[in-house]
């Protein structure tokens, strides 16, 4: 087997145990593509945030698209617009959180540990690193209001997840 190659069997050995438990309870087979609470919330991928229990939400309630910062990209505003036309979202909740690597660094300083880990000159690629985490949540709360491709009827706002208190922070933007 070559660096390439992968066992998914062995590799992946814990997933496979974990979904076998999951899918032998699996009851959301009716499920549609459509949000049901007719949101979508836009977020960082950090572990310690999950999204449908701090809302109060539940499977099939919420489109969820994450990245690292919780940034409004290109590619998210091309995934929202699919949601707001075809799959039932009227309301976007971009919702960064505190404690956050993406605003605790400059982007220099993340592609150096980077290159401290790996040996992987990540320069290439824009980071996005943000020194004002609510002025940059406040850009892209306005970016995407300003999108022309979505319905003049979605709504969206911004908040900031605090990850030890477990509250959100609404931002007035």
């Known amino acids: 087997m070559n660096s390439h190659e992968l066992d998914f069997d062995n590799e992946f050995a814990d997933i496979l145990v974990g979904n076998e438990r999951y899918a032998s309870n699996f009851n959301e087979s009716e499920l549609t593509g459509v949000a049901r609470e007719g949101l979508a919330v836009v977020t960082c991928m950090d572990s310690r945030i999950d ?9 099939g309630d919420v489109k969820i698209l994450r990245n690292a910062g919780a940034r409004v990209t290109e590619d998210v505003l091309r995934t929202l617009v699919l949601a707001n ?5 009227n309301r976007v909740l971009i919702m960064p959180h505190t404690d956050c690597r993406m605003a605790s660094a400059e982007e220099s300083d993340v592609h150096a540990a980077i ?3 790996s040996g992987i000159d990540s320069r290439g690629i824009e980071i996005r690193t943000v020194s004002d985490q609510v002025g940059a949540l406040k850009l892209d709360v ?9 319905a003049q009827s979605l709504v969206v706002g911004g908040a900031i997840f605090d990850v030890r208190t477990g509250r959100l922070i609404p931002q007035d933007v």
């Open 51 to 59: 999204p449908l229990a701090l809302l109060g939400m539940l499977p």
């Open 85 to 89: 036309h075809l799959l039932g979202v």
């Open 115 to 117: 290159y401290k880990a």
């Open 142 to 150: 306005t970016r995407a209001r300003a999108y022309p491709l979505f």
